[in-house]
């Protein structure tokens, strides 16, 4: 059963049981689901050339992988989910603030 989506911005999607990075697979494009329950922490931290905003897919760094995402040369903040592994998915949502705010309630988080 699907559950109806707490955000939705045609490439992340975040719904009541965990986070779908949708175009996450290099070459198929095929998307990576993550369960609440796996992730270990969340943080946010600001992006730039260097660090991930010229990359449209893959890694701009080794512990990070990053979905395709085509307008992220306009964004300027990076989310990355800590699941306990070297390799580190990252994303560039368009509202990153609600995202980690919702990722973290569900991680049972307080702000911060």
């Known amino acids: 059963m699907v559950s109806a989506a707490l955000y939705d911005d045609g490439r992340v999607m975040l719904d009541a049981e965990g986070v779908t990075l949708r175009r996450y697979y290099f070459p198929a494009g095929t998307p990576k689901r993550i369960a609440y329950r796996d992730i270990k922490d969340v943080r946010v931290q ?67």
């Open 46 to 112: 600001p992006m730039g050339w260097l660090t991930g905003k010229g990359r449209g897919w893959g890694t701009a760094h080794p512990r990070y992988w990053l979905p395709l995402d085509v307008t992220r040369p306009g964004k300027d903040t990076l989310v990355v989910l800590e699941l306990g592994r070297t390799v580190r998915p990252a994303f560039t949502p368009d509202e990153p603030e609600r995202v980690v705010g919702i990722i973290r309630e569900r991680l049972g988080q307080a702000d911060g």
